[in-house]
């Protein structure tokens, strides 16, 4: 696309486009398109938001996450790997396992070497090795946001290597 104008055309087919110069343009009906910091957008003469029936309607969600982008078939199968957890160990049963970093990153790996080596399904369980890899990668980044957590509010105590005192 060349032009706002372009743009313009696209987003009211409910195309949303990508550009990365800004430039506005009207284009037809009083309506102008800008295209800013790479998201296009159309504004103009649409009378209010509740203007009945033909009239373009206005939500200001582009700069929002795209939920609808989510493979949810994919998330399924990592839910069933954390229900059969669930079942085997506990209810969040993962939190509580010593050395989450380097358990988690192993099994990751494991899977994701079963999956490369054309093992698609886990023996075990019968669940896609990449959903259990995808299982074992939330739960690193949920170790990794609360350790970060941690360390801003962990205390040490005088006396110890961990404390700021010690040289």
């Given at each position: 696309?060349?032009?706002?104008?372009?743009?313009?055309?696209?987003?009211?087919?409910?195309?949303?486009?990508?550009?990365?110069?800004?430039?506005?343009?009207?284009?037809?009906?009083?309506?102008?398109?800008?295209?800013?910091?790479?998201?296009?957008?159309?504004?103009?003469?649409?009378?209010?938001?509740?203007?009945?029936?033909?009239?373009?309607?206005?939500?200001?969600?582009a700069w929002k996450p795209r939920w609808s982008l989510?493979?949810?078939?994919?998330?399924?199968?990592?839910?069933?790997?954390?229900?059969?957890?669930?079942?085997?160990?506990?209810?969040?049963?993962?939190?509580?396992?010593?050395?989450?970093?380097?358990?988690?990153?192993s099994a990751m790996m494991r899977h994701i070497t079963?999956?490369?080596?054309?093992?698609?399904?886990?023996?075990?369980?019968?669940?896609?090795?990449?959903?259990?890899?995808?299982?074992?990668?939330?739960?690193?980044?949920?170790?990794?946001?609360?350790?970060k957590k941690a360390s801003v509010l962990e205390i040490?105590?005088?006396?110890?290597?961990?404390?700021?005192?010690?040289?």
């Amino acid at each position: 696309m060349d032009t706002a104008r372009d743009a313009g055309k696209e987003l009211s087919r409910g195309v949303r486009t990508r550009h990365t110069a800004h430039v506005s343009d009207n284009v037809g009906d009083g309506h102008t398109a800008h295209v800013a910091e790479g998201m296009a957008h159309v504004s103009g003469n649409t009378g209010s938001v509740n203007a009945g029936v033909g009239s373009i309607g206005r939500k200001d969600d582009a700069w929002k996450p795209r939920w609808s982008l989510v493979p949810w078939a994919q998330v399924g199968d990592i839910v069933k790997v954390l229900t059969n957890g669930a079942e085997k160990y506990n209810d969040n049963n993962w939190k509580k396992v010593s050395e989450p970093i380097d358990r988690y990153t192993s099994a990751m790996m494991r899977h994701i070497t079963a999956w490369a080596s054309g093992e698609e399904t886990d023996k075990e369980w019968g669940l896609p090795h990449l959903a259990h890899a995808g299982c074992c990668l939330l739960f690193l980044m949920w170790f990794d946001k609360e350790r970060k957590k941690a360390s801003v509010l962990e205390i040490k105590p005088e006396g110890t290597a961990d404390s700021p005192g010690i040289q």
